[in-house]
């Protein structure tokens, strides 16, 4: 754990992000850092930090610097990840430095499969604050292009990318038909199957599309490294979600000035274990999580807060809208008004939202997957209106 301050008196988050294989990307870069020579902070961040202090977690454990001695010590599902997490925050919280922190609005936002394990993780932290196992102070939680519904976000790749013209319907008749495998592999209750059959959409799309980025439709060539890079499907789908982020450079720096900044064990590497992580969430993957978001909405006092990048594939805004309409608070939610969100410099419409009692959606334009990295000002705002609440 890696703690940045600002002063004990402001918002404190914790940011669960991104796929947990992406650690530095979606810690540092997610924020809008530079890679350069060294760590570089920009604007966005500086202002982020202006607003809030930041709790860092390598979350499941062997993902970053996190390690484990035994293969058996890897979590296979978010109940396990929620139940590691509640021990490290209890630990945190009771902490000369945590102490400071318990009575400070604290918030959980994330992006990704990060967005899955954050709904288990705060109905667990809910609960455990509410029977006084906890003392923290905790708001709300912002799930940004989360891995809420897989079937649903899978789903919707085809028609959407074939929307966008980048594909033609034979591409589009080929990777529904995959996908309607993934499906029935589904109704078998073949959840590891069905992960292997995600990857064999992904292959597919992949081709289809001559290497469409997943993180940023309009970004080419980010994704294809995955295609490329190994005979193996399982490798492909890893190397696919982190290839066009995680550069020797970028493994360089980690393992090197980062590693040694944050006093980390000469003997870890890091990302050395991500593999295993993804290898061992593998039967956990696709299942969905909306009954939670839905718990979270109706007997909860949280704020809960959906975020959808426009350009993102992986988790793209249709897939994520059709999931919303199981949730209970959907009737409501549906005769919201929409509102348009200005940036603050150009004045333009950078995004969208609509609010209904404790949930929030918000659209965010000229963005993908990592949505502060390439609308940091849509972004930044969007985190001043859920802290302002």
């Keep these: 754990m890696h703690i940045r301050k600002t002063t004990k008196d402001r918002t404190q988050f914790t940011f669960r992000l991104g796929d947990n294989i992406i650690e530095f990307v979606t810690k540092y870069r997610y924020f809008g850092l530079t890679l350069s020579e060294h760590i570089d902070y920009n604007g966005s961040v500086r202002e982020l930090l202006k607003l809030a202090s930041l709790l860092y977690v390598d979350n499941p454990v062997g993902a970053g610097y996190s390690y484990v001695d035994s293969d058996d010590a890897f979590t296979t599902d978010v109940n396990m990840i929620a139940a590691d997490m509640m021990v490290l925050l209890t630990t945190f919280f009771n902490s000369p430095t945590g102490k400071n922190f318990q009575n400070v609005p604290f918030y959980i936002f994330c992006?990704?499969?990060?967005?899955?394990?954050?709904?288990?993780?705060?109905?667990?932290?809910?609960?455990n604050m509410n029977s006084g196992k906890i003392k923290v102070n905790f708001k709300g939680l912002a799930l940004g292009d989360s891995w809420i519904s897989p079937v649903d976000s899978t789903v919707n790749w085809a028609p959407y990318i074939l929307t966008n013209s980048i594909i033609d319907e034979k591409g589009f008749y080929k990777i529904n038909e995959a996908t309607l495998k993934m499906t029935k592999v589904i109704e078998g209750g073949m959840w590891k199957e069905a992960t292997t059959q995600w990857g064999v959409i992904q292959d597919i799309l992949e081709t289809e599309s001559n290497g469409v980025?997943?993180?940023?439709?309009?970004?080419?060539?980010?994704?294809?490294?995955?295609?490329?890079?190994?005979n193996n499907l399982k490798e492909r789908m890893i190397n696919r979600m982190i290839g066009a982020l995680r550069t020797d450079?970028?493994?360089?720096?980690?393992?090197?000035?980062?590693?040694?900044?944050?006093?980390?064990?000469?003997?870890?590497?890091?990302?050395?274990?991500?593999?295993?992580?993804?290898?061992?969430q593998a039967e956990d993957f696709m299942k969905p999580v909306v009954d939670i978001v839905d718990y979270l909405i109706q007997n909860t006092?949280?704020?809960?807060?959906?975020?959808?990048?426009?350009?993102?594939?992986?988790?793209?805004?249709?897939?994520?809208?059709?999931?919303?309409?199981?949730?209970?608070?959907?009737?409501?939610?549906?005769?919201?008004?929409?509102?348009?969100?200005?940036?603050?410099?150009?004045?333009?419409?950078?995004?969208?939202?609509?609010?209904?009692?404790?949930?929030?959606?918000?659209?965010?334009?000229?963005?993908?997957?990592?949505?502060?990295?390439?609308?940091?000002?849509?972004?930044?705002?969007?985190v001043r209106r859920i802290i302002s609440k």
């Design 301 to 382: 006092s949280l704020s809960v807060v959906v975020y959808t990048g426009q350009l993102d594939i992986i988790v793209a805004t249709p897939g994520t809208e059709k999931w919303i309409t199981q949730l209970g608070i959907y009737k409501d939610y549906y005769n919201a008004t929409r509102q348009p969100l200005y940036d603050p410099y150009t004045k333009l419409t950078t995004a969208f939202y609509k609010s209904v009692k404790n949930f929030s959606v918000y659209w965010i334009l000229d963005a993908g997957h990592m949505v502060p990295m390439d609308n940091g000002n849509a972004a930044l705002e969007m």
């Design 213 to 230: 980025n997943f993180y940023n439709m309009l970004a080419w060539g980010g994704s294809e490294a995955g295609l490329k890079s190994s």
């Design 249 to 280: 450079k970028l493994t360089a720096l980690m393992n090197g000035k980062v590693k040694k900044m944050l006093n980390i064990p000469e003997k870890v590497e890091w990302g050395a274990q991500s593999s295993k992580v993804f290898m061992y």
């Design 111 to 127: 992006e990704s499969y990060g967005g899955k394990m954050t709904a288990a993780i705060s109905r667990s932290l809910y609960q």
